[in-house]
């Protein structure tokens, strides 16, 4: 995999370093109650495989390992150096968490093969969201779920502009002054900007064959959870 091929991967190739440190303090820490409650969604059939796509450096691989003791589960991540900031972890916990290199367009699984998948911060790195969603529903087992985090459009207005103007102004200055990266924070604050609001992201799931697409929001819809589920045969 030539890691310059991609923008975004280089790009995430570049600040993975510093992705874990500025996650949580960019965050205030909440990003770890945010994972938390989308491990809360995961269905886990006991014979299939959780996925956890776009798995960067593997904290929602690991809340599944901690929720699922027994399970599997595929980390698949475009960026190998993402992964790489990750495995070190999983020496701390005893787990079945299986790192590997692979994109969200083209999964490495086969059909049916999952129990579920979730994909925390991923989705709006994908322009091709269509795409994504029919891999998606390609690699899981009928009566699976598909479990998505993300933030959600910034063209919403949040605490009265004041969650805006953080997101436009003081992220993508303390983003720059940490990672030492000009574009990564500024790109995080655009593409927020440009993800389309809840509703539509429901639609373009049912589009690819999914069922029962919910969301709801955390943090006075600073992010959000979105769940669907492949229809059983
Ligand atoms: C913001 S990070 C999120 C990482 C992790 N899920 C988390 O919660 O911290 C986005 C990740 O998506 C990965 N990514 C973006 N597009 C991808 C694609 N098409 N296939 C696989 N991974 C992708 C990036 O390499 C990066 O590690």
Request: hydrophobic share 45%; with cysteine.
């Amino acid at each position: 995999m030539k890691a310059a091929a991609n923008p975004v991967r280089a790009m995430f190739g570049r600040i993975a370093g510093v992705y874990d440190f500025l996650n949580h303090f960019l965050s205030l820490g909440i990003d770890r109650y945010w994972r938390r409650e989308l491990v809360g969604l995961v269905l886990w059939d006991q014979k299939r495989p959780v996925l956890d796509l776009a798995s960067g450096t593997l904290d929602v691989a690991l809340a599944i390992g901690d929720r699922f003791p027994d399970a599997e589960i595929a980390a698949i991540d475009f960026c190998p150096e993402m992964l790489a900031k990750g495995v070190p972890k999983l020496k701390k916990k005893a787990g079945r968490v299986f790192p590997c290199a692979g994109d969200a367009l083209a999964i490495p699984a086969k059909n049916d093969s999952c129990s579920s998948l979730t994909m925390a911060f991923g989705i709006r790195n994908i322009p091709d969201r269509a795409r994504a969603f029919k891999e998606m529903f390609r690699v899981l087992s009928p009566g699976g779920r598909a479990c998505i985090l993300e933030f959600s459009s910034g063209r919403e207005r949040i605490w009265g502009g004041i969650y805006n103007f953080y997101l436009e102004k003081i992220l993508p200055r303390a983003g720059r002054m940490v990672s030492r990266d000009d574009t990564a924070y500024s790109y995080l604050a655009d593409t927020i900007r440009a993800f389309p609001p809840a509703g539509t992201l429901a639609r373009e799931m049912e589009d690819a064959g999914f069922e029962k697409a919910s969301w709801r929001k955390l943090t006075s819809g600073a992010v959000c959870l979105h769940w669907a589920d492949k229809p059983r045969a």
